[in-house]
């Protein structure tokens, strides 16, 4: 062995002595704080002084390497360094909690003892090196620190720059931090106090504020306490520059809203980095906002372009949803609801394209709001007909009881609908509502290209099926949809129907009005039977869809009471088939709603102002 390393071996074991002293004194003091009778009858308390123990003995453990360094050691020493800060750290952290937690006066005496002996182990531990003057680039670990210091720092061209309010009522200290900004490239705004400071921040915007406590008229705590209560001010970062080493007050300051707590005199290199991260953020949340708020205003013009085609709940899921338009559906209950004008090929057959397309404005915006206050789903318009959902694709408890509601609400509104149509020289309507409760699949129907929203199954299609067996002014729905509803139902009389597509008949009932919380109720208008005399020979023809069936037969008109006219036949006719009739003053369309005998009563769909006239002066005086 030369001297050089006889050298270095003695000043190895110096070190490690120097080293070993106050770890020895730390565990041994832990020895004492764990024979206590406080810290050995609470777990929590056991637990953290143990950790401090086991930390000891294993810095104890690690320095029993450093005799064997050599020259050629940096890295070793480096790692050794790293380790032992670790270490350290946990008998700092844990003994600081334990100060917090435990108040007895022997258990704060130990553990002061074990902090002053953890401050020299770090003194000593920093002063470590195998050579004199060791630059920190022989460190890697420091070298590793100063590489992510650059890579964050970046070049002095990169660094985000922007507009910063100084606020101090001390002109030294302002300066000073102007001039320290400025360097920075920074544009810097000063003031002088509390109330200019949030002057120039409502009327100058700055990027960062950074703002002294201490000030006469005004203090740091105040201001933060109206900018925190600001929406506008509150957006922008503030830091608190300090002469105050208060831990607490620090506390205090990010509580209020502060965004970073400095003390003076501010390191330059510190204050650029803190500026910079939060300049980093601001601008991020900056974009944020301005994404937030072409977000919105696409949502806007979605909602007012597309809400005059679809519900409000289908517009909603496009927005909300990622696959608010990916094609397919899921099995959903629903009430559907089908509403139709009584005869209207007959109508549009008398008025001008322009007229036609007038009629339907005017009995759809009112049924559509109708629908849409009910929370129902306009699936869809096909000519005088309107498909209705509730269910879909927001579903609720009380779905039914607000289809029931909306249809009675929509037959009341028919009176509103024909001022409007008279206003416009336009003929009356009346309208036919069917209603089904049943399983659907719900979802987006068609292609990539062009879809909607809609519902299909068997259940739409009865639905469809019990709104043609209605008559103007009725509802009809479903024993289904009846058996649903949680509100009471005021019913009238019912009527049994074969269906297209259903096995078995089909009792359908006559809906009349919905109790509370709804509370509506159809009107009866029932104009009393007027015998015809002698009867009147009309003729008759079945329909089959919008044609006619067959041959004509010959009926006798012998009552009439409004709308509804009872007639003889010979020849059989189904309940609620649909008929023409010939023989009155025009030929007209009806449907056959009550059969006694060879007695069948009729209901006019569709009846021109002149047909109306004849049929109410045959229900008021002989023929």
Known sequence: MDDKERILKAYLDDKRQSLQAPLASVAAYTESLLELPIIAGDAALLGDARRIASAATEMLDVLQVVSSLTVSSETEIARLRHDLRNAIGLVDGYSEMLIEDCDAPEAQSFLAQIRHQSRLFQERLDSFALQSGESSKADPIAAMFQSFKRGIIRDDRDHLTGSILVVDDNDSSRDLLAHQLQRQDHMVIEAASGARCLEIMRSANPDLVLLDLVMPDMNGYEVLQVIRNDEFLRRIPVVVVSGMQDEEGAVRCIDAGASDYLLKPVN????????????????????????????????????????????????????????????????????????????????????????????????????????????????????????????????????????????????????????????????????????????????????????????????????????????????????????????????????????????????????????????????????????????????????????????????????????????????????????????????????????????????????????????????????
């Open 268 to 623: 330059a290199t510190l204050l650029r980095a803190r500026i910079g991260a939060l300049l980093e953020a601001k601008r991020w949340q900056d974009r944020e906002r301005e994404y937030l708020a072409e977000l919105e205003k696409s949502q806007r013009f979605i909602r007012k372009v597309f809400g005059r085609y679809l519900s409000d709940e289908i517009v909603q899921r496009l927005l909300d949803d990622n696959n608010g338009l990916k094609l397919g559906g899921e099995r959903r209950t629903v009430t559907i609801l089908m509403a139709d004008i009584r005869g209207f090929s007959a109508i549009s057959e008398q008025l001008a394209p322009e007229q036609c397309v007038q009629l339907l404005n005017n009995y759809l915006g009112v049924m559509t709001e109708i629908i849409q206050r009910y929370r129902g789903t306009v699936d869809e318009f096909v000519g005088d007909g309107i498909l209705a959902i509730f269910g879909a694709p927001v579903s609720d408890h009380d779905d039914c009881d607000r289809a029931l509601a909306c249809a009675v609400a929509m037959q009341l509104a028919i009176d509103e609908v024909n001022v409007r149509n008279r206003a416009d020289s336009l003929p009356e309507i009346a309208i036919g509502i069917g209603l089904n409760t049943g399983d659907v699949v719900a979802g987006n129907i068609g292609s990539e290209l062009r879809s909607k929203y809609g519902v299909v199954g068997h259940n739409v299609n009865l639905t469809g099926r019990i709104e043609s067996c209605t008559v103007g002014g009725q509802i009809l729905a479903s024993p289904a949809t009846v058996a649903a509803a949680a509100v009471e139902v005021l019913t009238g009389k019912g009527v049994t129907v074969a269906l297209k597509g259903v096995a078995d008949t089909l009792e359908l009932l006559e809906i009349l009005g919905v109790g509370l919380p709804y509370d509506l109720l159809l009107g009866a208008c029932q104009t009393p039977w007027r015998e015809v005399s002698p009867p009147l020979a009309l003729r008759l023809s079945l329909m089959s869809g919008k044609k006619l069936a067959g041959l004509q037969v010959a009926v006798q008109l012998v009552a009439a009471a409004g709308e509804q006219l009872r007639l003889l036949s010979d020849e059989s006719l189904p309940l609620l088939a649909d008929v023409r009739l010939e023989g009155l003053v025009e030929s007209c369309y009806a449907k056959v709603t009550e059969i006694k005998g060879n007695n069948y009563t009729l209901t006019v769909t569709s009846a021109s102002v002149a047909l109306r006239e004849a049929l109410l002066e045959l229900s008021t005086s002989k023929y």
